[in-house]
């Protein structure tokens, strides 16, 4: 069975610091992760995918499949970072996606 | 395009009444799928469907009923409401490939009394 595990269900941090969102997952083949976000009051959408290696809003993840993780990360965090992330997993060639129970980023000014 | 879009936005009922919640995307995606969100759970899958004529349920399909007649719709029904389906839903779809992003509803928040 697939499962996602994000351990931390808030994280805050002060506007300028780094960020670390942890995401552990669980999958017997090949996984594909990716990174939602959901802002307030808006709905839920893409950030990033690990097969696109690319870095949005700042933000990068990379997958480690000895550790089984996919961390989020950004250098520096904005006030605009605040929202709910949600790591998910699918596998190679399926439609379904599992996610994490979410972490919600607070970013003090 | 308008993307998914989901009515209600929001809807309260009482303990045994039927609703649907409906979904429509206008981007010709094949995979439809409903989620409920609730706090510390995350999102969890309901039903999906991987075409019309196509449904399947997910890891929490107990009470709830899908069909997908049309490619564009995929309404979740509920039969007997129950207050342990007091959450918010989101309707998603995609394309076929399993990597191709999810795109998201604005959601619909429902309250059993």
């Known amino acids: 069975a697939q499962r996602v595990t994000q351990p931390e269900k808030l994280l805050s941090v002060f506007k300028g610091a780094p960020v670390e969102l942890k995401c552990n997952y669980s999958y017997s083949g090949s996984p594909e992760l990716f990174w939602y976000v959901q802002y307030s009051r808006q709905r839920l959408q893409l950030l990033l995918r690990h097969i696109s290696r690319e870095s949005i809003k700042g933000f990068t993840a990379d997958l480690n499949k000895g550790e089984t993780s996919f961390h989020l990360k950004k250098p520096f965090a904005q006030e605009e970072d605040s929202a709910m992330y949600y790591c998910a997993l699918t596998g190679a060639g399926s439609y379904q996606l599992t996610f994490g129970k979410g972490t919600k980023l607070s970013v003090i000014p | 395009n308008a993307g998914v879009t989901q009515t209600p936005k929001f809807q309260v009922l009482k303990t045994g009444q039927s609703m649907t919640l409906q979904c429509a995307q206008d981007m010709n995606h094949e995979y439809m799928s409903w989620y409920r969100q609730d706090p510390g759970m995350g999102l969890r899958l309901i039903h999906y469907s991987v075409g019309a004529g196509i449904t399947d349920q997910g890891e929490v399909p107990n009470g709830y009923n899908v069909s997908r007649s049309t490619t564009e719709d995929f309404p979740l029904r509920l039969l007997s409401a129950a207050p342990s389906q007091t959450s918010v839903y989101f309707c998603?779809?995609?394309?076929?490939?399993?990597?191709?992003?999810?795109?998201f509803g604005p959601g619909t928040r429902l309250t059993v009394l």
């Open positions: 998603a779809s995609s394309t076929r490939r399993g990597h191709n992003e999810q795109f």
